[in-house]
């Protein structure tokens, strides 16, 4: 698999390397992390952005060609989920994760401090390509969520110096963690524009919810 990179990252290749860590990513998903993303409590309520009557952001869709969820998932469907960012500017991320849960699989990406980005989360068909480069990835699963998020990269281009905020892997392990979702990938980081390939067993309905404290976004897909 051939990663994506943002110019300026590649102009400061020399300085930094990005070094993989072993396990699930920037914040592997121990037994810690599952049981505190296990469950939707009242800190975990979805914020509220300007114009939006939630950041879970589903949009409306045509019945004919979207199924809505008959899963307690609320605001789960098979469209595509979409949210503007809170305009504060580019969500750092931190982190990466997933877990299993009563009812759905969570994915989730943490980021540092309040920016929130906007997303659009949608299955889409295949080939899957590099933002960037155009080149193909290779990711797992019979099917294919596109989780994009923006403003959002996992590299600060505005500090002083380069700083790599995300120095996880771009493959993040899943076997024994979950059933539904079989890979996921970064597929880009490119012009403050983040995007993360899941692939899954098949096409389920699923939410996204923007949650704070710490800033992230979870994908509930359901099971």
């Given at each position: 698999?051939?990663?994506?990179?943002?110019?300026?990252?590649?102009?400061?290749?020399?300085?930094?390397?990005?070094?993989?860590?072993?396990?699930?990513?920037?914040?592997?998903?121990?037994?810690?992390?599952?049981?505190?993303?296990?469950?939707?409590?009242?800190?975990?309520?979805?914020?509220?952005?300007?114009?939006?009557?939630?950041?879970?952001?589903?949009?409306?869709?045509?019945?004919?060609?979207?199924?809505?969820?008959?899963?307690s998932l609320p605001d789960a469907s098979l469209g595509q989920h979409s949210a503007p960012g809170d305009g504060t500017g580019t969500a750092l991320l931190t982190?990466?994760?997933?877990?299993?849960?009563?009812?759905?699989?969570?994915?989730?990406?943490?980021?540092?401090?309040?920016?929130?980005?906007?997303?659009?989360?949608?299955?889409?068909?295949?080939?899957?390509?590099?933002?960037?480069?155009?080149?193909?990835?290779?990711?797992?699963?019979?099917?294919?969520?596109?989780?994009?998020?923006?403003?959002?990269?996992?590299?600060?281009?505005?500090?002083?110096?380069?700083?790599?905020?995300?120095?996880?892997?771009?493959?993040?392990?899943?076997?024994?963690?979950?059933?539904?979702?079989?890979?996921?990938?970064?597929?880009?980081?490119?012009?403050?524009?983040?995007?993360?390939?899941?692939?899954?067993?098949?096409?389920?309905?699923?939410?996204?919810?923007?949650?704070?404290?710490?800033?992230?976004?979870?994908?509930?897909?359901?099971?």
């Open positions: 698999m051939r990663r994506s990179i943002p110019r300026a990252l590649a102009l400061a290749a020399a300085l930094v390397v990005l070094v993989p860590v072993a396990g699930c990513g920037g914040s592997s998903d121990d037994s810690s992390d599952g049981s505190a993303e296990s469950t939707t409590t009242a800190a975990d309520e979805a914020t509220t952005t300007s114009g939006e009557a939630s950041t879970t952001g589903t949009e409306a869709a045509d019945p004919s060609t979207t199924a809505t969820a008959t899963t982190a990466v994760r997933v877990g299993r849960n009563e009812g759905f699989e969570r994915i989730v990406f943490e980021f540092e401090g309040d920016p929130m980005p906007g997303y659009r989360v949608q299955w889409v068909d295949g080939p899957i390509t590099a933002d960037g480069s155009g080149e193909p990835v290779e990711v797992g699963g019979e099917a294919h969520l596109e989780i994009v998020l923006q403003p959002a990269s996992g590299v600060d281009l505005e500090a002083n110096e380069l700083r790599v905020t995300y120095d996880g892997p771009d493959h993040i392990a899943t076997s024994g963690k979950v059933d539904l979702i079989e890979d996921l990938v970064r597929t880009g980081d490119f012009e403050a524009v983040l995007t993360w390939v899941a692939g899954t067993s098949g096409e389920v309905p699923f939410r996204v919810l923007a949650l704070r404290s710490p800033t992230r976004i979870a994908i509930d897909l359901a099971t």
